[in-house]
């Protein structure tokens, strides 16, 4: 997704937490498993951010949605 931040969540802190709060709208992007979710959880109820979009589906979802997708080069 292009501007975006690969972020995962056992490396999440508060400061990153903070720098979230003032970026607009955070999508998180899961694959089927609970690590979507769990991110979720912990930005809205332990970082108290509410510009958070799950989007359990992952990169397809948001493709099918109409967002864009950069491919990464090798």
Known sequence: IPGSLNL?????????????????????????DHRGQQAYVRLTRVYCLENVLLMSGGVAEWAAAGGDVVQRRQ
Do not use: I, N
Request: net charge positive; glycine share 12%.
């Open 8 to 32: 995962p969540l056992r490396e999440l802190t508060p400061r990153d937490a903070d720098r979230l709060r003032s970026s607009g709208t955070v999508v998180v992007l899961g694959t089927g």
